[in-house]
């Protein structure tokens, strides 16, 4: 019984490693790696470096959370891309196949992972000091706010009442 589960979690993790043995994922990947490197190195030009660290990490885990959800509800997402403009974040995953009842779900998995982050980062910032907690708590509501009055939260909703 535990042999079986553990070995349907491996299967389900192997799925998500990022290095595959194909050479086009790995292509996208090494893609998706570059722009966010460019989107950091942007915002460090623009904004000082605590500060533009914390606002790509905080775009790169919403569309890791995008991405992780998407998998696991057997859509098909593309590694998330990021557009380097700058004082702005601008990150896409491209999902297709999306079952219909996971459309809400995976909307709100970038909300949930980059707020989940966020707090992590202010616990952690209470045992370390790096950020001004004032920064890490404005941080966290205009996340949530942004998140839900800007595209996911649009899409959210729009899946709910097709769902009802």
């Known amino acids: 019984m535990f042999r079986k589960s553990y070995e349907s979690k491996v299967e389900l993790l192997s799925s998500f490693i990022l290095f595959k043995n ?16 460019a989107i950091a190195e942007l915002n460090y030009i623009m904004l000082d470096a605590p500060l533009a660290i914390l606002m790509t990490m905080i775009l790169i885990i919403h569309e890791i959370g995008h991405y992780i959800y998407a998998k696991a509800s057997t859509a098909n997402p593309s590694y998330p891309l990021f557009i380097p403009i700058p004082f702005l974040l601008i990150g896409i995953t491209h999902i297709i196949n999306i079952p219909d009842n996971y459309l809400p779900i995976i909307s709100l998995a970038g909300i949930f992972f980059s707020t989940l982050y966020l707090s992590f980062v202010f616990l952690f910032n209470l045992l370390i000091p790096f950020y001004n907690p004032i920064v890490l708590i404005i941080s966290i509501i205009i996340s ?21």
């Open 22 to 37: 194909n050479y086009k994922s790995q292509v996208k990947l090494i893609y998706s790696i570059l722009t966010a490197i």
């Open 144 to 164: 949530i706010v942004f998140n839900l009055f800007g595209k996911d939260g649009k899409t959210y909703r729009k899946a709910k009442q097709n769902l009802v």
